[in-house]
């Protein structure tokens, strides 16, 4: 179980430890360029693989990335089949490059409402990956904050029964999806809006928010940086006084 920054201080490295995304703004990439709102997830699909290696070179071990929400279901038909296919090609050509690298790969969210096919493949890259050290990739699909809380709590319950009368945040914590991961030091939401949209709400609740109007698909290595140096100007208190934490570095 990791540090939680309700509970103790976690130490503030310079270089965020994990580093959560909400990839927004690929269908407006599109329509800008008088292409189909599926041109932009494709597109976005690079962007990804560039970030991976970005994050491998800035030393950040964990990136979790907000691919699919469990109210993204609301969308067109027809886009939500072209995200599912292209969630399959995106599997099918990037595992092995992920795998390579040294990428652990992590799926989060209620998966049962992928198809088979789906579902295999993400079980089969999780298995090949499971030992790499890198870098932990996980991506959100289907995935709800408050689903995640629920989920958790019925998990914890079905486990240990007895908690009904009464459970503390470390009980519950470790039924979480991300319970194999620290809290995000910093999250990044592309594409102008500027909320966090039930995404990792009990994971969030100490991380350093950062919020560009560039959309995913422009979102390169240097768009990184500047979250990073951005993170890094910012004095995390944890709910301690500016002059307590300077008395903690003399």
Known sequence: MFVSSTELVPDAQSVPTHIAIIM??????????FLPRVAGHVKGVDVVRDIVKA?????????TLFAFSSENWRRPQE???????????????EVSRLHKHGVSLKVIGDLSRFSSELQALIQNAEQLTANNTQLTLTIAANYGGRWDILNATQRMLKARPELVAGFTESDLAEHLSMAYAPEPDLFIRTGGEERISNFLLWQLAYSELYFTAELWPDF???????????YRSRERRFGRTSEQLQSTKA
């Open 220 to 230: 390169d290595a240097n768009s990184l940086q500047k979250a990073i140096d951005s």
């Open 79 to 93: 886009e939500v089949s072209l995200l599912m296919q292209l969630f399959v090609k995106a599997l099918n050509g």
């Open 24 to 33: 927004d703004g690929n269908g407006r990439w599109a329509k800008k360029r």
């Open 55 to 63: 994050c491998i070179e800035q030393g950040v071990k964990y990136l």
